[in-house]
C-alpha cells in the first residue's frame, strides 16, 4: 500500500502564496501519475493539477493556469503544488492522489488519495 500524507495548508491573504507537500510512503511512487484535486463545501471535488510519473508532462486546469506549479521530488517520494496569487476562489480543501493508469484530470480510478490540507484564503 501507499500512504499519501499533504501539509502546508494555511490562511493566507488574497495575492499570497502557498506551497503544498505530499510525502508518500510504504513505496516507492516513480510508478504513479500525480495528482492535486480540491474540494470546497458543498461542491465536488475538482481536478487542480496533474504531473506524468516520468515527469514530462504537466497539467493544469483553467482557473490555475499561470499561477500554480506542480512539481515532483522522486527522490523524497514527494510531490508538490506551489500556489501564487491566491484567490478567495481557491479557498478548498486539497487532496492528493495517485494513480496508475487513466485520465489525470477526473477523480477515476484513483489509486490512493490523500486525508486533505486546508487552503483558506481571505479577501
Known amino acids: 500500500q501507499v500512504q499519501l500524507v499533504e501539509s502546508g495548508g494555511g490562511l493566507v491573504q488574497a495575492g499570497g502564496s502557498l506551497r503544498l507537500s505530499c510525502a508518500a510512503s510504504?513505496?516507492?511512487?516513480?510508478?504513479?501519475?500525480m495528482s492535486w484535486f480540491r474540494q470546497a463545501p458543498g461542491k465536488e471535488r475538482e481536478f487542480v493539477a496533474a504531473?506524468?510519473?516520468?515527469?514530462?508532462?504537466?497539467y493544469y486546469a483553467d482557473s490555475v493556469k499561470g499561477r500554480f506549479t506542480i512539481s515532483r521530488d522522486y527522490a523524497k517520494n514527494t510531490v508538490y503544488l506551489q500556489m501564487n496569487s491566491l484567490k478567495p476562489e481557491d479557498t478548498a480543501v486539497y487532496y492528493c492522489?495517485?494513480?496508475?493508469?487513466?485520465?489525470?484530470?477526473?477523480?477515476?480510478?484513483?489509486?490512493?488519495w490523500g486525508q486533505g490540507t486546508q487552503v483558506t484564503v481571505s479577501s
Open positions: 510504504g513505496r516507492a511512487f516513480s510508478i504513479y501519475d
Open positions: 504531473l506524468s510519473r516520468n515527469g514530462g508532462s504537466t
Open positions: 492522489a495517485a494513480r496508475q493508469w487513466g485520465e489525470v484530470t477526473t477523480t477515476s480510478n484513483v489509486n490512493y
